[in-house]
């Protein structure tokens, strides 16, 4: 009885998790007797609740490839701090090896602005408000994890303040603090 409940925890889990495919590459390796042809995919596998994770994976069919990395983004799977639940806490920069991105907050009902891979990433993610700009290479798989590279490095309110041995309520009022002097400076 308890092997069934465990079976449906896991099946739940499974099913709460959005799948996007990103892409797919057909592969052809030259052999003594000609042309092996095969398929590259990339997925990118999220809760939409700050969850996500991205694979990639390798077959002689494009079905096989596909769950394959699949399998691989969910073994993957990091968890991101977001503001609100819909936005980024900061603004940042991600990079691999050719491949740059800048993903910047945005105020709610922006949308998600963002090009190819990384649109996928944000959909899974379950951020709804963020402007980003790929800078750099356009391949998709540099794209995803320098996304990646940027979401990783994002630090919410709380752990700075955990960092620090702070309140947060101190940080995030240092915040709007040093906003309003900004303001204040700009008006005189």
């Known amino acids: 009885?308890?092997?069934s409940t465990d079976h449906q925890n896991k099946?739940?889990?499974s099913e709460e998790l959005v799948e996007k495919l990103v892409h797919v590459n057909r592969v052809a390796k030259t052999v003594k007797g000609g042309r092996t042809m095969s398929f590259a995919?990339?997925?990118v596998v999220g809760d939409q609740k700050g969850r996500v994770g991205f694979g990639s994976g390798k077959a002689a069919e494009v079905p096989e490839a596909v769950v394959k990395a699949t399998n691989e983004a969910k073994k993957n799977m990091v968890r991101i701090p977001l503001r609100e639940g819909r936005t980024l806490h900061h603004d940042v920069t991600g990079h691999f090896g050719a491949g740059k991105v800048v993903l910047r907050t945005a105020p709610a009902g922006t949308g998600v602005i963002a090009g190819g891979p990384m649109r996928a990433v944000?959909?899974?993610l379950g951020v709804q408000d963020v402007v980003a700009k790929s800078l750099g290479s356009n391949n998709p798989y540099n794209m995803i994890k320098a996304t990646f590279n940027a979401l990783?490095?994002?630090?919410?309110p709380r752990m700075i303040a955990a960092k620090r041995g702070k309140k947060v309520g101190d940080i995030v009022s240092r915040r709007e603090n040093a906003s309003n002097v900004k303001m204040e400076k700009e008006e005189a």
């Not at 990783?152 to 919410?156: A, D, V, Y």
């Open 11 to 13: 099946k739940e889990k």
């Open 41 to 43: 995919a990339v997925v």
């Open 1 to 3: 009885m308890a092997q």
């Open 122 to 124: 944000f959909e899974v």
């Open 152 to 156: 990783l490095s994002i630090n919410s």
